[in-house]
Every structure is written in C-alpha cells, then in structure tokens.
C-alpha cells in the first residue's frame, strides 16, 4: 500500500462515492434476522408517527364541535396507546439498530486485523504502522456510528418522508404540488453538496491517521525521545500534525453545517408558503382547519425527515470514507502466499537447506541487488554460520528461507521442495528463529513462551523455560510465569529477552533454526548463559548462525563469508584465518576490539 501524495489523494477522491459502503452488505446478510427486526421497528415507529395527524384532523374537525367530551376522550385515549406503541417500536429499534452496529464493526474488526496479519513484509516496508491502527480503531468506530444510530436515522426519516409525502398527497392534492415542486430545488444541491462533504470527511481522516501513525512511533520510542531531550521538537511535530487534522475536521464539518442550513432553509420556506396558502383556502372555505393541520404536520414530517437526511448525510459521507480506507486493506492481497496446490514437503523433516543461483533485490530497491548468484547447501544437523560486512547480504538470507520474500532469480529449497510450491504455513512450522531484537508481548512469561507453539501446554512451557535457561529468572517474578511482562519486554534484560526467544524456539520444536545475531548486544555474562542455552537448542538441528562474534561461529562445521551478496570465502575458522582475506580481516577486528575492552575493563 504506496503511501499516496496529496494530489494523488485529492484525484483519487473526486472518483469516488459512497460505493465503499457496499463492502458492508455482506457482514449485514450474516445477521439477517436483527436486520428484519430493525426494519420492522423502524418501520413501525414511522408509521404510528404518521398514524398522529389522522387523530389531530379529526379532532380539530369533530371533537371540538361535540355537545360532549367523550368524543374528545376517546381520541386522546387513542393517542396514549399510539405512544405507548411508539415508545416500544422505538426501543426495539434501538436494540436491534445498535446490536447490529456493534456485531458487524465487531466482524469487521477481525476481519481487517486477519488480513494485515498475513499481509507480507514487503507490504510493512512501505505502509505505517500507525496509520493501520487508525483504520483498525477509528474508522470502525465511525463505521459502528452509522451502521448503528445513523443509519437507522436515515431509514427511519426516508420513510417518514416518503409516508408524509403520500398522505400529503391524499389529504390536498394541489398544496402537494407545491411541496413537490419544491423536493428537487433541496434534493439536487442536498447530493452536490454531500460529495464535497465526503471528499473533506475522507481528507480529515486521512490527516488523523498521518497524526496518530506519528504519535504510536513516537511513544513506542519514549526513551529515545527523553535520551535527546527532543520531548518539545517531537511535542511541536504532533502538534502540528494534530492542528491539520483540525482544520481539515473544521473544513468538513464547516461543509456539513452549510448544507445543513441551506436544506433547512428551503424545507422550511416551502412549509411557510404551504401554511399562507392553506390559509387562504380555509378562511375562503374551500378546506377544513383539521384538513389543513393534518397536511401542515405531514409537511413538518417531511421537513423535518429531509433536514435529519440532510444532517445524516454528512455522517454517512464520513462512513463511506472510513469504508473506503478499510476496503483498501481488505482489497490488499499478500505478495508472497500459499500456491493453489502445493507441494508436500517431506516426512520426516531432514532440515536441508538449499540455495541454487538466488538474486533478490528488496522490492523499495529494486536496482539494488541484495544477494547475487547466491549458492550453498546447508545439510541436515549441520551448524553453518554466516559472516559479513553490513550490508552483504546475511539478514537476507534468512528472510528467502521464512520465504518473507520470493526470490528475483534462481531457486531456496527446504528438503528439496522450492519454497515457492510449498504450503506457507507447513513451510515456517519447520523453521524456528531467535533473532537479535525479540519481540516481547505485552502478555505473561508463558504467553510469551508459548508464542513458540499456541496448543502447548503449561508443562511443556515450564520444560522449554527450564532447557533456555530461563526457569530462574521467571520463577523469581512476583507472579512467576502468570507475571505480565510490560510491553516490548521493557521489564527484562537483553539477556533475558534472548532466553524467552530461545524457549519460544525450543517450544516450537523446528528442524531448521536461524539465529540472527542472537548475542551481539549482551554483556559477557549474559552472552555465556544465552550461548550455553543456544547449544541446547542447536543440539539435531540444521541451524544457521548470523553472528559477528567469533565465540559464536568458532564452533560451526562451516563459516560463509559474504560480501556484495556473493560468497567470497568458505571454510572453518581456522582455515580461513589462514587465508587472510575478508574474515581474517573481521577477525582481527574484533580481537583488538575485545582486548580494548578486556583492557578497559581491567583499568575500572
């Protein structure tokens, strides 16, 4: 999903309408007796509402010319059980019509969320995060709002108003004309005025979801902020991000309150020059005064049914916008997803990897080549670790074999299957990763673990924190494995990060394990306990190590040197220290490194 110019949005606008919310017919069809219900409701509130001018006629006409009351009695007895009817439809209505709101916005919720959670990664390189969860939460509150209260407003008024319009018709066929004459002069700038109306609903949206896509970062950042004393630069940047959501909010709601005005304006005009007319037949005596009540309130009716429309119209504008921007991401199709058909990969897992003449260049780079007429074989139980400057390709990898992305060139085979003809999801099962920033859940230590495998059982959580080291650290927490670890694991050190990582892939139970770095940011004792868990989990696996430090690749069967995206050495550490190319070289690097380190520390 490009992130889109104002330009481009402004034109992109101006090609739409209110078909967006059509994407909600579907969830409505799921719950088709509350929609019966809520239209039978509604339909009988309207009509006991359209029921009162017969009563009010026949009282003006009859009722004040009786020699007693009882005929007046009786009609205001009637008009009790009409408002008592009234007051039941409208409840009805209200629970049906908000139920409704809350169950398909509900739907809708899941549905969205679903689909950005299998949404690639090449669909993250260029979308906000934030903005997302604008559309998660506040264009499904603005759709709740009109699926619920706001729509049955409109159905509620369009049948009064068509209801009033045909007793108004029945009851005095020429001030009808007038009336009716007078619909298209309101309806015709009511719809021109409703499509300015939606493309400034759709812009304030916009410009609130570019606000909070800024704040989410910010605050996921906080420390940051704080370190670089920057609270008050990136305070103004909200702000004035917040202040162009203001005015783009100010210049829709400006457009809603104009046409508001001007409908009821014409509305009301047209009920004036009805009443003056009326009231020359009356006095003329060519129309009765309950006669020309019973118009005068079906006219109000209609008045105030279009004016109501043309308020909620406004709302609906805003709906479709919100509509529009979710249907964008439940349009949005996952570049990288299981074939129709695929192929079984084979049972048991050997856990062989396999890459045969791989290019990829990152789709945001596309004249960028990554890796280049890449080829290595990594066999079954065998410990391969991968080295490199930044940059020469080594995280890449990785991703061509979760199959994040496809290759542009050239094959990765998993047990001699492409990645690209197997099942994704039977794929990743057979790939755990432990990478260097882990991912920690605003959830409990065994949530956290468990994310390694959902169907494990609390012993099975327990045993996988005990093999990473991790039992000791878990148990002494206030709540042990039911403590609530604040998000992003903020509550943990590295060190115990790294161990929660290695039992989620101990828990998971994978032939093939890929470790990115796992131990490049720890101190010497956390990086001891870290690596002591690793060799446990390493033990019968094809594993693949990303590692800069040498205690972690002096134990592997081979050492990939990577530069440019192609393999420029190959062999095991001492070999290649005696070659003296680009791994020697990173070698010597990081032993002067480690003794100024050693030698610093020995100074403290």
Not at 111 to 127: M, N, Q
Not at 141 to 151: E, F, L, R
């Amino acid at each position: 999903m490009r992130q889109m110019t104002a330009g481009e949005r402004e034109a992109e606008r101006k090609r739409r309408d209110l078909k967006p919310l059509a994407r909600l017919i579907p969830y409505l069809k799921r719950y088709k007796a509350k929609v019966v219900g809520a239209i039978f409701f509604l339909s009988l509130a309207a009509l006991t509402t359209l029921s009162l001018p017969l009563a009010v006629r026949r009282v003006i006409d009859k009722g004040f010319d009786a020699p007693s009351t009882a005929f007046i009695d009786t009609y205001f007895a009637m008009l009790v059980v009409l408002a008592a009817v009234l007051a039941v439809a409208s409840a009805g209505r209200y629970y049906f019509v908000i139920t409704l709101g809350e169950r398909v916005v509900a739907d809708l919720r899941k549905d969205v969320f679903a689909r950005v959670t299998r949404l690639s990664p090449g669909f993250y390189d260029k979308a906000l995060t934030g903005e997302i969860v604008s559309r998660l939460t506040a264009d499904t509150t603005q759709i709740k709002s009109v699926v619920g209260a706001t729509a049955s407003l409109a159905l509620r008024n369009a049948i009064l108003f068509i209801g009033a319009v045909a007793m108004m018709v029945i009851t005095s066929p020429g001030l009808s004309l007038i009336v009716i004459a007078a619909i298209p002069v309101i309806i015709v700038p009511l719809v021109a005025f409703g499509r300015s109306v939606r493309r400034r609903s759709r812009y304030a949206q916009d410009t609130l979801a570019d606000a909070t896509a800024y704040a989410t970062e910010a605050i996921g950042a906080v420390r940051t902020v704080q370190a670089f004393t920057s609270e008050t630069a990136t305070g103004n940047r909200f702000a004035a991000a917040v202040d162009r959501a203001f005015q783009a909010a100010r210049a829709s709601v400006s457009a809603r309150a104009f046409l508001t005005a001007f409908a009821i304006f014409l509305i009301f005009s047209s009920i004036i020059a009805v009443l003056w007319i009326g009231a020359q037949q009356v006095t003329e005596g060519t129309m009765s005064g309950g006669t020309l009540g019973q118009f005068l309130l079906y006219a109000v009716f209609a008045a105030g049914a279009v004016g109501q429309l043309s308020e909620v119209w406004g709302e609906i504008a805003q709906a479709a916008g919100a509509a529009e921007r979710l249907s964008e991401l439940l349009a949005e199709e996952p570049a990288i997803r299981s074939p129709t058909d695929p192929v079984a990969l084979p049972r048991p897992a050997r856990g062989e990897v396999v890459f045969d003449r791989v290019s990829f260049a990152y789709p945001t780079r596309p004249d960028v080549s990554t890796v280049h007429d890449l080829s290595f074989t990594v066999k079954h139980g065998e410990t391969v670790a991968i080295v490199g400057p930044s940059g020469a390709g080594k995280s890449t990898i990785f991703s061509l074999i979760e199959r994040f992305y496809d290759p542009d060139a050239g094959r990765v085979l998993i047990d001699g299957v492409d990645v690209r003809t197997a099942d994704l999801e039977q794929l990743r099962s057979r790939i755990a990763l432990v990478p260097q920033d882990v991912t920690i859940f605003a959830a409990t230590a065994a949530e956290n673990i468990g994310f390694g495998d959902p169907d494990a059982s609390r012993p099975q959580v327990v045993s996988a924190a005990r093999s990473a080291l991790a039992e000791g650290f878990i148990e002494a927490m206030q709540d042990g494995y039911d403590t609530v670890i604040g998000e992003r694991g903020i509550t943990l050190s590295g060190g115990q990060r790294q161990r929660v990582a290695i039992a989620r892939a101990i828990l998971r139970d994978a032939p093939i394990l890929l470790l990115d770095e796992a131990t490049s940011a720890l101190d010497a004792e956390s990086e001891i306990l870290v690596q002591r868990a690793l060799e446990k989990l390493m033990e019968g696996r094809t594993t693949l190590v990303i590692a800069h430090r040498l205690a972690t690749v002096l134990k592997a069967d081979r050492i990939l040197v990577l530069d440019g995206g192609q393999i420029v050495e190959e062999g095991t550490h001492a070999s290649l220290i005696a070659k003296g190319g680009i791994y020697a070289r990173l070698a010597r690097l990081q032993f002067e490194a480690g003794r100024t380190d050693a030698m610093l520390g020995a100074a403290e």
